[in-house]
C-alpha cells in the first residue's frame, strides 16, 4: 500500500488548508486511516483517525471543532480540512493506514506511511 499527500502550505494564523492523500497498491476499505504529525524533537501524534466504515471520526483534543477527516474508500483517498489554523498547527503531516480497520491512537501501530507533507501556519 502506498499513499501519497497533497496540499501542505504556508497560511496565517486563522487560515485554512486541505491535505489529501491517495492510496494505491491496495484498497483501504479494511484499513483505518489516519493523519498524524510531527515537529523536530517531539513524538508523532496522531491528529485524526477515521476507521474503514467512516463513522465516528476521532480527533485529538486541539483540533477539534476546527479540524474535519473524511475518507472515500470508492476512490481510495483521505482528506482533512484544517480551518481556523494556529501557529502550533505547524507541523510535517502524514496520512498512515492500519490493517484492521479500527483506529487506536498512538503511531506506532499505523503500518504504512506517506512521505509527509509540510503545514506552516505563521503571521
Known amino acids: 500500500l502506498q499513499l501519497v499527500e497533497s496540499g501542505g502550505g504556508s497560511v496565517q494564523p486563522g487560515g485554512s488548508l486541505r491535505l489529501s492523500c491517495v492510496a494505491s497498491?491496495?484498497?483501504?476499505?479494511?484499513?483505518?486511516l489516519a493523519w498524524l504529525r510531527q515537529v523536530p524533537g517531539k513524538k508523532r501524534e496522531e491528529v485524526a483517525c477515521?476507521?474503514?466504515?467512516?463513522?465516528?471520526?476521532r480527533y485529538m483534543e486541539s483540533v477539534k471543532d476546527r479540524f474535519t477527516v473524511s475518507r472515500n474508500n470508492g476512490k481510495d483517498t483521505l482528506t482533512l480540512q484544517m480551518d481556523s489554523l494556529k501557529v502550533e498547527d505547524t507541523a510535517l503531516y502524514y496520512c498512515?493506514?492500519?490493517?484492521?480497520?479500527?483506529?487506536?491512537?498512538?503511531?506506532?501501530?499505523?503500518?504504512?506511511w506517506g512521505q509527509g507533507v509540510q503545514v506552516t501556519v505563521s503571521p
Open positions: 498512515a493506514a492500519r490493517r484492521g480497520g479500527l483506529c487506536a491512537g498512538d503511531a506506532s501501530v499505523y503500518n504504512y
Open positions: 497498491g491496495l484498497p483501504v476499505d479494511y484499513y483505518a
Open positions: 477515521i476507521k474503514f466504515s467512516g463513522d465516528a471520526p
